[in-house]
């Protein structure tokens, strides 16, 4: 098993920074995919930026050029650098890890930017 604990998440205004962090712990395996996820109300769950364990990284379209996604293999953490906060990126964000068959989810942390 794994856990995954989501830290940084908070209130913001429009144009602003945030950064969040992800613990893992447990079973985790050398070759993983850790990423960021978010959920708005009433919306699916949408890909926000993963990374491998290699340090390739994927980026949704409406993130590019703002968010920056980083991991630390030695301490199983994955970041998420936000910039230039919009009001729409206001969510649950969610911290994925993915090895082997299986997926893993922490229990979210609220952004939300106020215009």
């Known amino acids: 098993q794994v856990q995954l604990v989501e830290s940084g998440g908070g209130l913001v205004q429009a144009g602003g920074s945030l950064r969040l962090s992800c613990v893992a712990s447990g079973s985790i395996r050398s070759f993983n995919v850790m990423g960021w996820y978010r959920q708005a109300p009433g919306k699916q769950r949408d890909m926000v930026a993963t990374?491998?364990?290699?340090?390739?990284?994927n980026y949704a379209d409406s993130v590019k050029g703002r968010f920056t996604i980083a991991r630390d293999n030695a301490k199983n953490t994955v970041y998420l650098q936000m910039n230039s906060l919009k009001p729409e990126d206001t969510a649950v964000y969610y911290c994925?890890?993915?090895?082997?068959?299986?997926?893993?989810w922490g229990k979210g942390t609220l952004v939300t930017v106020s215009s």
């Open positions: 990374i491998t364990s290699g340090g390739s990284t």
């Open positions: 994925n890890l993915g090895q082997t068959w299986n997926n893993y």
